[in-house]
């Protein structure tokens, strides 16, 4: 690249960089006036553990984790060929 070219570059790199900064200067002061605004709080958590209830927790309760089989389980095809 020749000098004049480099230049060039150097001034509309500038021009760009010095417009960009007004105008975002400019959006962020005209958005900046200061209003009240309502926040609502979090309740803090508690280090209190609850029991659960034990009318879903007992020792006659369904357990999800074992297998149940239905049936006779030799027959792999379904609905018997038909």
């Known amino acids: 690249m020749k000098r004049n070219e480099i230049a060039l570059l150097i001034v509309i790199v500038g021009i760009s960089a010095l417009s960009s900064y007004f105008l975002i200067n400019s959006i ?33 309760a369904l357990n999800p984790t074992i297998k149940v089989k239905i ?11 038909q």
């Not at 006036?33 to 009318?55: D, E, G, L």
């Not at 006779?72 to 609905?79: C, G, K, R, S």
């Open 71 to 81: 049936g006779d389980q030799a027959n792999n095809q379904p609905f018997n060929g």
């Open 28 to 60: 962020v002061q005209s958005n900046g006036s200061q209003k009240p605004v309502n926040v609502k709080v979090a309740a803090p958590i508690s280090t209190v553990v609850t029991q659960p209830n034990p009318a879903v927790f007992n020792k006659e």
